[in-house]
T-cell receptor, first 116, second 114 residues
């Protein structure tokens, strides 16, 4: 069965610090997809990034970067020079290619608090 | 550019009452989903649909029902509201294409059962 673990329940940093959010997953499928979503205090869920299991390239988008390591079943998310606007709950999610309906399994989320 | 629209945004119900949470999407997505989010928890899948007329149970379907008569609409029905159903409910949709297509979420319905 698929499972996503976000071991960090809550992280607090001071503005301009770098912060890494961990995501570890379990799956028996050889083809799968990983996602990160952001939930700001306003409550909506915002899609950030997706990664195919066969594409191990890391990705950088502005201050955000993602490190996908198949060998350790991890898909970690780093925010460089954090800002107060980064304060949110961040969810990692997994979908298996063979799963009917492409359902997502979510981790419990990590609360990020960035203090000025 | 509406995307996924959920109504109402907030609702308070008494124990035993029933209600329908509405969800509409204008992106012509075949796949639609209902989740609940409890405090400090991730999202749990209640029901999902891969097209009009087709629905399936997710991880936590007890106490809920759904229907999918059109591609656009995917209402969630609570028949006998219980305090355990106090939660934030999210509807999502995605295209039926490649598995790496993201789900797009509505803004959520905050439901309290008293």
């Amino acid at each position: 069965a698929q499972k996503v673990t976000q071991a960090q329940t809550e992280i607090s940093v001071v503005e301009k610090e770098d912060v890494t959010l961990d995501c570890v997953y379990e799956t028996r499928d050889t083809t799968y997809y990983l996602f990160w979503y952001k939930q700001p205090p306003s409550g909506e869920l915002v899609f950030l990034i997706r990664r195919n299991s066969f594409d191990e390239q890391n990705e950088i988008s502005g201050r955000y970067s993602w490190n996908f390591q198949k060998s350790t079943s991890s898909f970690n998310f780093t925010i460089t020079a954090s800002q107060v606007v980064d304060s949110a709950v961040y969810f990692c999610a997994l979908s298996e290619a063979m799963e009917y309906g492409n359902k997502l399994v979510f981790g419990a989320g990590t609360i990020l608090r960035v203090k000025s | 550019n509406a995307g996924v629209t959920q109504t109402p945004k907030f609702r308070i119900l008494k124990i035993g009452q029933s209600m329908t949470l509405q969800c509409t999407q204008d992106m012509n997505h075949n796949y639609m989903y209902w989740y609940r989010q409890d405090p400090g928890m991730g999202l749990k899948l209640i029901y999902y649909s891969v097209g009009a007329g087709i629905t399936d149970k997710g991880e936590v379907p007890n106490g809920y029902n759904v229907s999918r008569s059109t591609t656009e609409d995917f209402p969630l029905r609570l028949e006998l509201a219980a305090p355990s159903q106090t939660s934030v409910y999210f509807c999502a949709s995605r295209t039926s294409g490649a598995g790496n297509q993201p789900q797009h979420f509505g803004d959520g319905t905050r439901l309290s059962i008293l």
